[in-house]
C-alpha cells in the first residue's frame, strides 16, 4: 500500500521559512516524478512544484518562483518543498503527490493534479503576523 505523509507545517510569519517534507511507503520515489500542491480556503488546488523521476528537472508556479525550491533524497524516499520568504497568500494545505509515469514519461514532472496517482493527507501552513 502506497502511503505519503507530509510534515512539517506550521504557523509562521510573513517572510519567515519552513520547509515541508514528503515521505513515503509502499512506493520507491527514484525514477518517478512527485509534485508539491497546495489548497487555500475556497479555492481550487494549485500546482506548486514537481520534480521529474529522471534528471531532476524542476517545474514552478509562478506565484513561488525564486522562493520556493523543490528537492528529493532518493536514499531517504523523500521528498521536500524549502518555502522562504512566506507570505500571506501562501496560506494553504499542502500536499505530495507521485506517480507510476511510464518510462518514457520520467523526464518530465507536470504541475495539473490529474497527472499523479497517490497523494498524502496534507499538511497545513499558515502565515500570519
Known amino acids: 500500500q502506497v502511503q505519503l505523509v507530509e510534515s512539517g507545517g506550521g504557523l509562521v510569519q510573513p517572510g519567515g521559512s519552513l520547509r515541508l517534507s514528503c515521505a513515503a511507503s509502499g512506493f520507491t520515489f527514484d525514477g518517478y516524478a512527485t509534485g508539491w500542491f497546495r489548497q487555500a480556503p475556497g479555492k481550487e488546488r494549485e500546482g506548486v512544484s514537481c520534480?521529474?523521476?529522471?534528471?531532476?528537472?524542476?517545474y514552478s508556479a509562478d506565484s513561488v518562483k525564486g522562493r520556493f525550491t523543490i528537492s528529493r533524497d532518493n536514499t531517504k524516499n523523500t521528498m521536500y518543498l524549502q518555502m522562504n520568504s512566506l507570505k500571506p497568500e501562501d496560506t494553504a494545505v499542502y500536499y505530495c503527490a507521485t506517480t507510476r509515469s511510464p518510462w518514457y514519461d520520467r523526464l518530465r514532472c507536470d504541475l495539473r493534479g490529474n497527472y499523479y496517482d497517490y497523494w498524502g493527507q496534507g499538511t497545513q501552513v499558515t502565515v500570519s503576523s
Open positions: 520534480i521529474s523521476g529522471i534528471g531532476s528537472n524542476t
